[in-house]
């Protein structure tokens, strides 16, 4: 999609669902970072209806952000929504006591960036209540469980890996050279969206001294073994 149809198209749609919670709020608690949506759950007790749309709002002003580029994470986010949801619960079940809140947070944060035991230490540092450590832990386990191996971040592994295969999952492009003035016609290619792996067993393959780029029919330059043992592996 062009830039310019994806900016009008979230845009409108941040305008839209800001126009619905200034509307049905009195504020427009669809945008921002979220405090505001907090802010407005504490001190009284909120229909539940209110609760859940509003939760659903903050979901889909997020994710028309996120798709229209913008950019600034996802740990308030997530930290909001899941407060949104406690805060449903405890409408639900009743009571005051803000376990349902806080807990919901902490779900919502591990399931989020899979750092469950960050999530509840979260938890004990923002509380100071050791009583809802045990709580949520056992929501953020539940969390773990429903969100699979699905992460907000893209760069987090679903395990350690060593050096060597870290280093040929990094984009063929870092590792390039400037092409020499005679390139050979018989050299291997490999595309620019191929792997640095990619380009090693293309080394190993060929024998040849180089492994040519290409985007497209433009060289976008070569890979010789050297700069291949020379690419620090990306950090974990």
């Known amino acids: 999609m062009p830039a310019w149809a994806r900016l009008a198209g979230t845009g409108a749609g941040l305008a839209l669902v800001g126009g619905v919670t ?22 009284l007790r909120r229909p539940l209806g209110l609760v859940v749309l509003l939760l659903v709002v903050r979901a889909v002003a997020t994710t028309l952000t996120l798709a229209g580029g913008g950019v600034g994470g996802l740990f308030i986010p997530l930290l909001v929504e899941g407060w949104l949801l406690g805060t449903a619960v405890e409408v639900v079940v009743g009571g005051d006591t803000m376990l349902f809140p806080v807990i919901g947070a902490a779900a ?46 893209t760069y987090q592994l679903t395990r350690r890996v060593d050096l060597v295969t870290r280093r040929d999952r990094r984009s ?3 590792t390039c050279t400037a092409p020499p003035p ?47 043992l020379a690419l620090e592996p990306p950090p974990e």
């Open 108 to 153: 919502f944060l591990g399931a989020g960036y899979r750092t469950p035991i960050a999530a509840v230490v979260f938890v004990a540092e923002a509380t100071g209540r050791p009583g809802f450590v045990v709580p949520a832990f056992v929501a953020t386990a539940v969390a773990q469980f429903v969100m699979g191996d699905v992460s907000v971040s």
């Open 22 to 43: 200034w509307a049905v709020y009195d504020g427009p608690l669809s945008l921002g970072p979220g405090f505001g949506a907090i802010d407005w759950t504490e001190g």
């Open 172 to 174: 063929v492009v870092d």
């Open 182 to 228: 005679d390139l050979a016609p018989d050299a291997p290619e490999v595309p620019a969206t191929a792997t640095v792996g990619d380009a090693r067993r293309a080394l190993v393959a060929s024998g040849a001294p180089y492994v040519v780029v290409r985007d497209g029919t433009t060289v976008v330059g070569v890979v010789t073994p050297g700069t291949v």
